[in-house]
């Protein structure tokens, strides 16, 4: 089928459109410039943005697509989580486009995007695997059977701050542009990640905490007499996440036997997160599966892709007054009313 995906769950207004496992075209508006000088995203703002952008990246979809409105099977909007006015505007236009064109609608979970969307460059996802979600609102090690259908199992997650929240209140205490994560990247290629040595949280577990390790970097920038080294706390700081991250990941394949771990989410673009997993997985004879960067970030066709899995599973649609979740817990692909 050839499905139309929408997200708006934050700054990003994505348009996707994927038939059978094939993405044919997709465009991104952001409204993240807008946000920089409130050092984090306004909802309202992002809203009005969404609502500005969304018809114009839908056209650039399709032209891009070379498809036609009428070609469209089904429509996937993301339902939640999000902001909710801004969850809302893209859940509004996508009950908008399944009415007008007469298709069935999909309320997508938008986390289970973030992960159906490596299937567009890596093919089908084995039967069984360990995904590690690590986005800026998020960060979750989960077991995963087949995604449209099985109930998704959480071995653990993060009990204050999502690791992309992490890089991004740290990119701000050492004076980067927002956002956060893209800007520590860069910096700290130019920085020595022995430097200084943070703490791990949580060894052993599979549960997450970055707070601690946040209000480390702190401490050690306030303490610091004369002009902070701002790459070798970035690239010291990156190193720690890095490091729990991967070690985490690898240590639950062992412990559930999977031979595959799926990382995604925005912090999977982070160029020392790949490099130090890969390195880790290839050492544990484990496959890595892990989206292209422009694919890790929130996109329209992460939502699309798990339009096309569950409507081939064959999942009955979504009712059209389908409320949006603006907290719901990953269990399933789609949304449930
Ligand atoms: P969620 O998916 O949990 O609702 P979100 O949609 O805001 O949150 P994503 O779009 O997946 O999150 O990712 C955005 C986050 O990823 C931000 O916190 C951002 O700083 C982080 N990020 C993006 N690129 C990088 C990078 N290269 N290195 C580290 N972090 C990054
Ligand atoms: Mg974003
Ligand atoms: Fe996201």
Known sequence: PLVLGIETSCDETGVGLVRDGVLLGDALASSMDQHARFGGVVPE???????????????????????????????????????????????????????????????????AGHAAVDTLEHGPLPGRCIALIVSGGHTSLLLLGDLARDPIVHLGDTLDDAAGEAFDKVARLLGLSYPGGPAIDRVAREGDPHAIAFPRALPGTHTFSFSGLKTAVARWVERHPGPVPVADVAASFQEAVADTLSRKAVAACHEHDASTL??????????????????????????????????????????????????????PPSPLDLAMHPTATLTHALVHP
């Open 262 to 315: 799926l990382m995604v989410g925005g912090v999977a673009a982070n160029s020392r997160v790949r490099a130090l997993t890969a390195q880790r997985c290839a050492k544990a004879g484990i496959e890595l599966r892990v989206p292209t960067p422009r694919l890790c970030t929130d996109n329209g066709a992460m939502i699309a892709a798990v339009g096309d899995l569950v409507i081939r599973a064959g999942l």
């Open 45 to 111: 703002i992002a809203a009005r943005a969404h609502l500005e952008a969304l018809p114009a990246m839908v056209r650039h979809a399709l032209d891009r697509a070379g498809v036609a409105f009428a070609d469209i099977d089904a429509v996937a909007v993301t339902a939640g989580p999000g902001l909710a006015s801004a969850v809302q505007v893209g859940l509004a236009a996508g009950k908008a486009y399944a009415l007008a064109l007469a298709v069935p609608l999909y309320g997508v979970h938008h986390l």
